[in-house]
């Protein structure tokens, strides 16, 4: 079994559903992989409050942002489990941009 690393960036911008947006691009992780979130950053048009939902758990609930400015959510890295969602939603349906950087480890077999 072979163990690929792939350092990534995904980003949303000028969001304005309000709703729980699923972040990575299959909706959720592949059984195989495991994804560690180094950063977090969210800009608004408005002042929202931000909820992270890793695994239906609220892993981060931010206090109201700054209109018109940039905050990293993240302190610590976050780990995002193989075959679990992850959602990134604002409170409000102003615009909202957000960009997570992140490591993907998947694990490939090879024969």
Do not use: C, H, W
Not at 37 to 44: A, E, N, P, Q, R
Not at 53 to 76: D, M
Not at 79 to 93: A, K, L
Request: net charge negative; aromatic share 6%.
């Amino acid at each position: 079994m072979a163990v690929v690393n792939q350092y990534k960036f995904i980003g949303i911008d000028n969001n304005t559903t309000g709703s729980a947006l699923d972040v990575f691009p299959a909706s959720t992780p592949g059984v195989n992989e495991t994804i560690i979130i180094k950063s977090i950053l969210v800009t608004s048009a408005g002042t929202p409050v931000v909820t992270v939902t890793n695994n239906s758990i609220t892993a981060i609930k931010s206090v109201p942002l700054t209109a018109n400015q940039t905050k990293e959510l993240l302190t610590q890295p976050l780990i995002v489990e193989g075959g679990s969602g992850f959602t990134i939603q604002s409170s409000t349906s102003d615009s909202f941009d957000y960009a997570i950087s992140y490591l993907n480890i998947k694990k490939e077999r090879v024969d």
